[in-house]
C-alpha cells in the first residue's frame, strides 16, 4: 500500500531556505509521476511541482527559479528545495503520487490519487 509521509517543515523570515522531504512506501520514485501541492488557510490547494519518471519537472510560476524538486531513488525519497522563501509561500505542503491524465494537467489536484499528510511551512516578514 502507497505510504507518503512528509517532513521538514517548519518557520523561517522571509529570504530563507527550508528543504521538504517525501518518504514512500510501497512506490518506486523514478516509475511515475510525484509532486508537491500547497495549500494556505483559506485557500484551494495549488501545484507547486511534478516531475515524471523520466525525469521531466514543471513549477508553477510563482515557484520557479526559486523551489526545486529532486529525488534520492535508492532512499525511495523525494525532495523539494525552497530558497528565497516569502510569506506567499506559507502553507501546508503535501506529497502527491498517482497522477492520471495528460501532463498539462500535472498542477491540477484532482489529478492526483495519492496525498501525504503534509507538512507546515511557515515564512515570517
Known amino acids: 500500500q502507497l505510504q507518503l509521509v512528509e517532513s521538514g517543515g517548519g518557520s523561517v523570515q522571509a529570504g530563507g531556505s527550508l528543504r521538504l522531504s517525501c518518504a514512500a512506501s510501497g512506490y518506486t520514485l523514478n516509475r511515475g509521476y510525484m509532486g508537491w501541492f500547497r495549500q494556505a488557510p483559506g485557500k484551494e490547494r495549488e501545484g507547486v511541482v511534478a516531475?515524471?519518471?523520466?525525469?521531466?519537472?514543471r513549477y508553477a510560476d510563482n515557484v520557479a527559479g526559486r523551489f526545486t524538486i529532486s529525488r534520492d531513488n535508492a532512499k525511495n525519497t523525494l525532495f523539494l528545495q525552497m530558497n528565497r522563501l516569502e510569506p506567499e509561500d506559507t502553507a501546508l505542503y503535501y506529497c502527491?503520487?498517482?497522477?492520471?491524465?495528460?501532463?498539462?494537467?500535472?498542477?491540477?489536484?484532482?489529478?492526483?490519487?495519492?496525498w501525504g499528510q503534509g507538512t507546515q511551512v511557515t515564512v515570517s516578514s
Open positions: 516531475v515524471a519518471g523520466d525525469g521531466t519537472t
Open positions: 502527491v503520487a498517482g497522477f492520471s491524465g495528460n501532463r498539462i494537467f500535472w498542477l491540477r489536484p484532482e489529478r492526483w490519487r495519492n
